[in-house]
DNA sequence: TTGTGATCGAACCGGTCGGTACCATCGCAA
DNA sequence: TTGCGATGGTACCGACCGGTTCGATCACAA
């Protein structure tokens, strides 16, 4: 509805510009924000273009298409999202506990977020037309089911991969539900204590 | 992409129709279909009508606005599901854990199918324009809630609130990975192994 | 027979969108 | 000073969409 007004260029005269790639990087930014506020199809480029003081000739030599703007800012938001999870399990040091619980610490300050609005990544995933989404979608899920299978396995679980996949799935039940109920960081928390007895080596330690 | 062709009415003459109610039910079952496959924005009103052989003045008169047209289709889609799960989980008499183990393998039935999307529910509120879509999946998530709770209730658990929770992000995390990740039946088997214990009165029985 | 109401088909309207073309402008390097 | 490349602004294009209107058509009841 509103115009989006957050991210924003001095402005500047006609031919002018402060950076080569300073102009690129605030499209970005401004895209990432108002994409995943009102959705891959809630914004126009003119508007988009407008909010960031620059002209739509620049940002289709920067990016070529619309596609190419939600392609390169859906890699970023995978790309830094998998990075803070893998940050907040380095944390843990070699406990597997202590991972988990670091992962599921870091969801929970991201769902109180009041700006959260639920994985920017499958959200766009619904969006039929713009096929790249599902792939990438999938491939910003194998990040993380990697890292959750890698804890599982230093947990010394049977199954592995299969504790993987369940913890995947609170992880992305607690995003879920976090977005639509308004759960904030309580979801994290249930989630979390949820996924603690997968962890155990069933019985005697 | 293609034509729509699945619900089709009979080819009639202009003035005619077979049933009073029976062209609205045609539309509403086409709509379900297509607008699950394709989402909100991925169907035109003119596309629809035609596919079912209707005039968009006729649709008009029944839903008022494609907007009507949707929120009939999600109530629907809404109730259905839920007495579903209902449906199963009273075929586990007044056992909790064959309840929740009927509960989820009607799940699994559904994920394998092959035209299965996900929750219609959860796809059409990521749509930012359509506003009720919001409060129709929060509602949506609080039936599916209600159930979990109850079964957590007859289960004995300190906390049913909190288990019923756990419960529905298990739901929904399996929900959101067999649809990205094509797991099928198999999503469904993992959530419940890992829901099961959340069931168990700690300790001893 | 007459009339009423529902229907189809098609034209039409206003608006929005992604994308392109053109021009005047500026910084900067030669 | 001159020219080049990047830029902003604006107009424009073709396509699509939601919604309205209108006339021709048919079933059916009075």
Not at 5 to 32: N, Q
Not at 35 to 45: M, Q, S, T
Request: hydrophobic residues 45%; glycine residues 10%; contains cysteine.
């Amino acid at each position: 509805m509103g115009p989006i007004g957050t991210i924003c260029l001095m402005p500047v005269a006609k031919g002018t510009s402060l950076d080569p790639d300073r102009t690129r990087a605030a499209m970005l930014e401004a895209a990432t924000v108002v994409f995943y506020e009102r959705g891959l199809d809630g914004v126009g480029i003119a508007e988009l273009c407008s909010s960031v003081g620059a002209s739509k000739e620049t940002l289709y030599r920067h990016f070529g298409s619309k596609d190419g703007l939600i392609a390169a800012v859906l890699q970023a938001r995978s790309d830094r999202n998998n990075a803070w999870l893998r940050r907040a399990a380095a944390t843990g040091g070699d406990d597997p506990v202590a991972q988990l619980t670091a992962v599921f610490a870091v969801l929970g300050e991201w769902f109180d977020q009041p700006q959260y609005r639920g994985c920017a990544l499958l959200n766009a995933a619904t969006q039929r037309h713009f096929e790249p989404a599902h792939s990438m979608a999938v491939q910003h899920l194998d990040g993380y089911q990697a890292l959750l299978t890698e804890i599982a396995a230093a947990a010394g679980v049977p199954d592995p991969d299969r504790v993987g996949r369940q913890l995947l799935m609170l992880l992305q039940g607690a995003t879920v539900m976090a977005d639509h109920l308004a759960l904030g960081r309580a979801a994290a928390d249930d989630a979390l204590a949820a996924a603690l007895p997968l962890l155990a080596t069933s019985g005697t330690d």
